[in-house]
């Protein structure tokens, strides 16, 4: 993925959760804006209940929003 493809994720408004799949099919929920972090340098810090991982963008399989469930 391009990095403003995922930094535009991070930064709509409403925020909406969506999970980061990786190309080595390691998942990441970002349940928050403040859970996706990304360097000067363009490389992405995701933290999620699932774990927490440094990648670059070019290692996002894809990214997609979370359905919510209706209460």
């Given at each position: ?9 991070r930064d ?14 390691r ?8 859970y996706?972090g990304?360097s ?5 810090l995701a ?19 979370v359905?919510?469930?209706a209460?």
């Open positions: 993925m391009k990095l403003d493809e995922i930094r535009a994720m709509a408004r409403p925020f909406r959760p969506f999970t980061l799949t990786l190309n080595d099919g998942e990441f929920l970002i349940e928050a804006d403040y996706l990304i000067p340098k363009g490389i992405v933290v999620s209940s699932d774990g927490t991982a440094w990648f670059a963008p070019e290692q996002v399989k894809e990214a997609r929003p359905r919510m469930l209460s």
